[in-house]
């Protein structure tokens, strides 16, 4: 059962000066914070004219504040839209001092409260006093059109910060189902041909730069198995979406497809139609264990490494092709082999693994060649550990895929 939420409590407990007023610009409510601003009990406030309480001040024959907030709260009534207002000067009467009037600055937003008709019933009125500011910058004296700039620009800063932490708190949100996406989508580890293979997905680190990387491995008749890694243009949720069409529409593929370069075909006649999937990158092998080859097929994407049992390297680089989609007028891939010995390991990637903003692709292959050597000998599980933890650097800003097989 929900739990019955007393609104009044909610509303005088705000930790911002916020009025409630009628249509009538009577004073309906205010918050606590409100009324330490103004010096002013609840009972001196409340079932009175708004301009009553806060008139202009008499002695001062430029004041313009009730002028303008008048005009604020008229037209919030008028078209039931917020109305953010420039910095105000507001000068208060001082309690229990009838007649002497306090220099006041206030940043003030007026927003509709919305009845079942669509007509405003009610009116919240929110202030910020930057009047400290302005003491506290000797702005108190002088030209008051400076002063003025000076305090507008310290009220729009505040504004700022609400809405860039409004936005960070949008991101995480988004981040957050999207990640959720991601792994519902990949393929859960499972034995497949005949090793249980490792495979790794690792976010991006504080950054919504995630999900589109992707990972799927399926058994085929004969002692093969099908693996491919990609990447999609973009991220978050956009992203997500594009990459489990992507990987679905390549797992039908494989199956019928004879070999990596006629499925990536297929695949990248199939892009063209979906929103977001162009320029995608893939790498796609096929292991069979009978004849001991590798093929492999590559549009746009790092190449896949094989490990041999002697710590030497081999980058699968032979069937370069263009990303999904990229050419004007479609053209067939290309397809390559590989041989391999039992002992071999197999690694393909996304290129978050190997790839950095401020260094060319060979240094990362060469960091990836590198670890490979230094952890030869070591089983699927340890070596894909052993590969994020050398090659990711913290606060890593592009996701990464990996699958570790071996052979």
């Not at 009025?19 to 009324?35: F, G, K, M, N, V």
């Not at 264990?289 to 093929?295: D, E, F, L, N, Q």
């Not at 070591?378 to 890593?396: C, F, Q, R, S």
Request: charged share 25%.
């Amino acid at each position: 059962m929900d739990p019955e939420i007393d609104y009044t409590a909610v509303f005088r407990a705000l930790p911002g000066g916020v009025l409630l007023l009628t249509p009538e610009l009577i004073i309906a409510d205010a918050s606590r914070a409100y009324l330490r601003l103004s010096g002013r009990s609840r009972d001196e406030l409340t079932g009175r004219y708004l301009f009553d309480v806060f008139p202009d001040n008499p002695a001062d024959p430029t004041a313009s504040g009730r002028r303008n907030l008048e005009a604020s709260l008229r037209r919030v009534m008028a078209t039931g839209m917020r109305d953010t207002m420039a910095l105000q000067r507001y000068d208060v009467e001082i309690p229990g001092r009838p007649g002497i009037f306090e220099e006041r600055y206030w940043s003030p937003v007026n927003a509709p409260v919305l009845g079942p008709d669509g007509k405003v019933r009610m009116i919240v009125h929110r202030v910020e006093e930057v009047t400290a500011f302005i003491r506290d910058r000797g702005l108190g004296s002088g030209d008051d059109r400076h002063r003025m700039m000076e305090a507008e620009l310290y009220a729009r800063g505040r504004e700022l910060q609400e809405v860039n932490e409004r936005l960070r708190q949008a991101y995480a949100r988004e981040r957050q189902v999207a990640l959720a996406l991601q792994e519902a989508m990949l393929p859960t580890p499972r034995s497949i041909g005949r090793r249980r293979p490792a495979v790794r997905y690792r976010p991006a680190v504080g950054a919504l730069n995630v999900c589109g990387d992707w990972y799927d491995l399926i058994d085929l008749p004969g002692e093969r198995i099908a693996v491919a890694v990609g990447d999609v243009v973009g991220h978050g949720l956009s992203a997500a979406g594009v990459m489990g069409q992507l990987r679905s529409a390549l797992s039908a593929a494989m199956r019928v497809a004879d070999g990596p370069a006629q499925a990536l075909d297929v695949l990248s006649l199939y892009a063209r139609s979906v929103d977001g999937a162009e320029s995608t990158v893939v790498a796609q092998s096929v292991v069979d264990w009978h004849t001991g080859m590798i093929a492999y097929s590559c549009s746009g994407h790092p190449p896949p490494a094989l490990l041999h049992p002697d710590g030497t390297v081999q980058f699968l680089d032979q069937a370069v092709n263009p990303p999904l989609g990229a050419p004007p007028d479609h053209c067939p891939n290309c397809q390559a082999t590989a041989r391999f010995t039992e002992g071999a390991t197999l690694v393909m990637y996304t290129d978050g693994l190997v790839e950095r903003r401020d260094e060319d692709i060979d240094t990362g292959l060469a960091r990836l060649a590198a670890t490979l050597t230094g952890h030869r000998g070591a089983d699927a599980e340890t070596l894909a550990d052993a590969l994020l933890a050398d090659l990711i650097p913290d606060g890593h800003v592009d996701d990464t895929a990996l699958v570790v097989i071996e052979l």
